[in-house]
């Protein structure tokens, strides 16, 4: 049987946090002139001219690596290059809920929120209500909110996610140029984000960046693992910093520079220190430690104090779509996590006093 848990976190077809497309189109040789916008309506499924042109207007279409007008005339061998706003899947529609949202900072193109852990991002197999998307429909009763094209809104504003059990902040476009600018940035890797991980143990090197595919295992479709030869997966970059040691865990600050799902979660292990109490991957096990009874009765009420991944998004930063200005916010580590590395604190005091350190 498969938790709901595990139903959530595998329902993108694309191994990615952020929700774009990248294609290109070549024109024909015999291709007679005409406006972009026109053009680009016949060959990209479901999306509105509208949301071409916002698009165009925020430099996520471009010809022959440079940005153009909606009234641009495309020509014969023109190559034209799009990142778009992901498409959706399934055919349900959206339930508005009244579901309390921690926003932090919103205007009439962004929202800026704080995801608790526990929070499903957007519908899917195990959730089809509940989730973040759910909340988000109720909160924007807003017929300009940018939804991707198709029959649903299942991901309406989103240009990236967080797993369920990882909090944090999230940041929402309310406008299709909002959408399409922040995708491009995201593309780009523009986007600052920065985490805060609790891993076990203590990296061999107190900084460094991962730089190792990371996609579904071929044998096992309900895991990510990563790919040090490249030979599967999608390139994936975590830079990483220790920020405390607590003898047996660490916090770990993680600056991704792509958005992989499961990235830091899969890198961490990768680099032999899985997130604490993470289950997926091994981590609410006893990684590091002795065997004596009484430090596993205090590993045991770490895992209480935290029974979901130590992961936080704590910052976020971008270029505003509009104001044309770099914004970035921070957010406190949720009570969990503060309890948690509170023991664990608590438990390297104790250790150093009674070793006379």
């Not at 910093?241 to 660490?250: A, D, F, G």
């Not at 600050?253 to 993470?278: A, P, W």
Request: aromatic share 8%; charged share 25%.
């Amino acid at each position: 049987m498969v938790e709901d848990n595990a139903l959530e976190e595998f329902t993108d077809a694309e191994i990615s946090e952020e929700f774009f497309e990248h294609f290109t189109i070549i024109c024909d040789a015999k291709q007679s002139p005409i406006r972009i916008d026109k053009f680009l309506i016949d060959r990209v499924e479901r999306i509105s001219r509208n949301k071409l042109q916002a698009a165009i207007r925020a430099g996520s279409i471009t010809v022959n690596n440079k940005t153009v007008k909606s009234n641009f005339k495309v020509k014969p061998g023109n190559v034209i290059s799009l990142i778009l706003p992901d498409p959706p899947r399934g055919d349900d529609a959206v339930v508005p809920q009244n579901i309390p949202l921690n926003i932090v900072y919103e205007d009439e193109d962004v929202i800026v929120l704080n995801k608790p852990a526990g929070m499903v991002v957007h519908p899917g197999i195990g959730n089809h209500d509940g989730t973040l998307v759910n909340a988000l429909a109720y909160y924007l009763q807003n017929p300009n909110l940018p939804v991707k094209e198709g029959n649903n809104n299942d991901r309406a504003g989103l240009v990236h996610r967080i797993d369920k059990d990882t909090s944090g902040l999230m940041l929402v476009a309310k406008t299709d140029y909002a959408m399409a600018h922040l995708s491009k940035q995201f593309f780009d890797h523009t986007i600052e984000r920065k985490y805060h991980a609790l891993v076990w143990g203590e990296p061999a090197e107190k900084e460094g960046t991962i730089d190792v595919n990371v996609g579904r295992n071929p044998n096992d479709h309900m895991d990510i693992t990563a790919f040090p030869d490249g030979s599967n997966g999608k390139n994936a970059i975590t830079h990483y910093k220790v920020l405390e040691t607590y003898y047996y865990v660490s916090l770990v600050e993680c600056k991704l520079e792509t958005g992989r799902t499961h990235q830091i979660r899969v890198h961490m292990k990768y680099i032999g220190n899985t997130l604490f109490s993470d289950k997926r991957y091994g981590g609410e096990k006893i990684l590091k430690g002795t065997l004596f009874s009484k430090y596993k009765f205090f590993a045991e009420k770490c895992f209480q104090a935290l029974p979901r991944q130590g992961l936080h998004a704590k910052t976020i930063g971008f270029m505003h779509p509009t104001k044309e200005e770099w914004m970035q916010f921070d957010s406190e580590l949720p009570d969990d996590m503060k309890s948690c590395i509170s023991l664990w604190n608590k438990y390297l005091s104790e250790r150093k006093t009674a070793l006379n350190l």
